[in-house]
C-alpha cells in the first residue's frame, strides 16, 4: 500500500520557488515525514525531514500541515542544478531498511 | 558528500557468471545497504548490515548474498547472474542514531546478457 502520494511531473521557471506537494493521510503519530532528490544517473540524496513542526535547511523547508496529512518540500530559488526526481518518505525511525521510494514527482526546472 | 565509492562503475557479464559488487565508505557509519533501480520499480532494498558480520535480508534477496567483514566495505554476489538482474545497483550508508538519513553511492550500471 502507498504511504504517499505526489504528482508525477512539475514545472518551475527558474529563480522561482519550487514548491512539491505530498499527501500522506494515513500517517501514523510516530511516523517522520522524510525527503530525498534523485538528480539524472546519480544516487538518491537526502534534503530534509520532519515530524510535525516546519523544518528549514540549507537546502529546502519542510511545511507539514497541522493534521499531517500533507506535507509540502519548498525549494526557495530552484536553479537548474534542481532538476531531479523528488522522493517523499513516511516512515518511523529505527528501521533504516523500512524505506520505501516510491516513483516520486519528476522536477523540471525551466529557464 | 559522504566518503562512499562503489566498484566496479559499469559491468557486462554473461548469464551464470558470479558478479561482485564493492562498496566502500570512509565515513564510519554502521548500517550499510545495497539497493536495486529499475524502470517501473523505483529503488528496492536488497540486503542491509547492521554492524560487521551483521547482515539481513530485504525486499528483493533471492540470488543475491552480501558479505561484511570490515566496517569499511559491504560486498553483494550475484552467485550466478541472470537477465533479470540487470539493473543499476545503489549503495548507501547511515549512523546508527539517524538510519533514515542515508548517503548513497553513486551507482553501478550491471548488464547481464
Request: aromatic share 10%; net charge negative.
Amino acid at each position: 500500500d502507498a504511504k504517499t502520494t505526489q504528482p508525477p511531473s512539475m514545472d518551475c521557471a527558474e529563480g522561482r520557488a519550487a514548491n512539491l506537494p505530498c499527501n500522506h493521510s494515513t500517517i501514523s503519530g510516530n511516523e517522520y515525514v522524510y525527503w530525498y532528490r534523485q538528480i539524472h544517473s546519480q544516487g538518491p540524496q537526502y534534503i530534509i525531514h520532519g515530524l510535525k513542526n516546519n523544518e528549514t535547511n540549507e537546502m529546502a523547508s519542510l511545511i507539514i500541515t497541522e493534521d499531517r496529512k500533507s506535507s509540502t518540500l519548498i525549494l526557495p530559488h530552484a536553479t537548474l542544478r534542481d532538476t531531479a526526481v523528488y522522493y517523499c518518505i513516511v516512515t518511523i525511525v529505527g528501521y533504516g531498511q523500512n524505506f520505501v521510494f516510491g516513483p516520486g514527482t519528476r522536477l523540471s526546472v525551466l529557464p | 558528500d559522504a566518503g562512499i565509492t562503489q566498484s566496479p562503475r559499469h559491468k557486462v557479464t554473461e548469464t551464470g557468471t558470479p558478479v561482485t559488487l564493492r562498496c566502500h565508505q570512509t565515513e564510519n557509519h554502521r548500517y550499510m545497504y545495497w539497493y536495486r533501480q529499475d524502470p517501473g520499480h523505483g529503488l528496492r532494498l536488497i540486503h542491509y548490515s547492521y554492524g560487521v558480520k551483521d547482515t539481513d535480508k530485504g525486499e528483493v534477496s533471492d540470488g543475491y548474498s552480501v558479505s561484511r567483514s570490515k566496517t569499511e566495505d559491504f560486498l553483494l554476489t550475484l552467485e550466478s547472474a541472470t537477465s533479470s538482474q540487470t539493473s543499476v545497483y545503489f549503495c548507501a550508508i547511515s549512523e546508527l542514531r539517524d538510519q533514515e538519513t542515508q548517503y548513497f553511492g553513486p551507482g553501478t550500471r550491471l548488464l547481464v546478457l
